[in-house]
T-cell receptor, first 116, second 111 residues
């Protein structure tokens, strides 16, 4: 069965610090997709990134970067030089490949607080 | 831009009432999903649909039903609301094998 674990329930850092959010997943499939979503206080989940299981290249988008390692079944998310606007709950999610609608399995989320 | 809208941001209902939560997407997506979000439990899938008039149970379908009469609209129905259905409800849509895009959520309180 699929499972996503975000062991860090809450993280609090001071602005401009770097912070890494951990995500570990379990799946039996060889084809799968990994996602990160951000949920600011307004409540709407905002899509950040999607990776497929065949693409282990790390991704950088501005201050955000993602480290995908199949060997450790991890898909970690790093925010460099954090800002107060990064404060949110972040969810990692997994979707297995195959036919039909792709269900997402979410981790429990990490609440990130950036203090000024 | 993908847009997913939900009929209400906040809703207060009484135990036993029939409740309808509406979700509309404007991107011609095949798939639509309903989740509920509770503290400490993350997001859990209630129902999903991969086509008009098609529906599949998710992980926690008990006490809920759904309707998809048109491709752009997916409704979640609480036949007889109970206090344990107080939660945040999130709708999402997406294409096959693709990213899901979420609506703003409906915070439902059942008294």
């Amino acid at each position: 069965a699929q499972k996503v674990t975000q062991a860090q329930t809450e993280i609090s850092v001071v602005e401009k610090e770097d912070v890494t959010l951990d995500c570990v997943y379990e799946t039996r499939d060889t084809t799968y997709y990994l996602f990160w979503y951000k949920q600011p206080p307004s409540g709407e989940l905002v899509f950040l990134i999607r990776r497929n299981s065949f693409d282990e290249q790390n991704e950088i988008s501005g201050r955000y970067s993602w480290n995908f390692q199949k060997s450790t079944s991890s898909f970690n998310f790093t925010i460099t030089a954090s800002q107060v606007v990064d404060s949110a709950v972040y969810f990692c999610a997994l979707s297995e490949g195959g036919q039909g609608a792709q269900k997402l399995v979410f981790g429990q989320g990490t609440r990130l607080t950036i203090n000024p | 831009d993908v847009k997913v809208t939900q009929s209400s941001r906040y809703l207060v209902k009484r135990t036993g009432e029939k409740v309808f939560l509406e979700c509309v997407q404007d991107m011609d997506h095949e798939n639509m999903f309903w989740y509920r979000q509770d503290p400490g439990l993350g997001l859990r899938l209630i129902y999903f649909s991969y086509d008009v008039k098609m529906k599949e149970k998710g992980d926690i379908p008990e006490g809920y039903s759904v309707s998809r009469e048109k491709k752009e609209r997916f409704s979640l129905i609480l036949e007889s609301a109970s206090t344990n259905q107080t939660s945040m409800y999130l709708c999402a849509s997406g294409r096959l094998v693709a990213t899901q895009y979420f609506g703003p959520g409906t915070r439902l309180t059942v008294l």
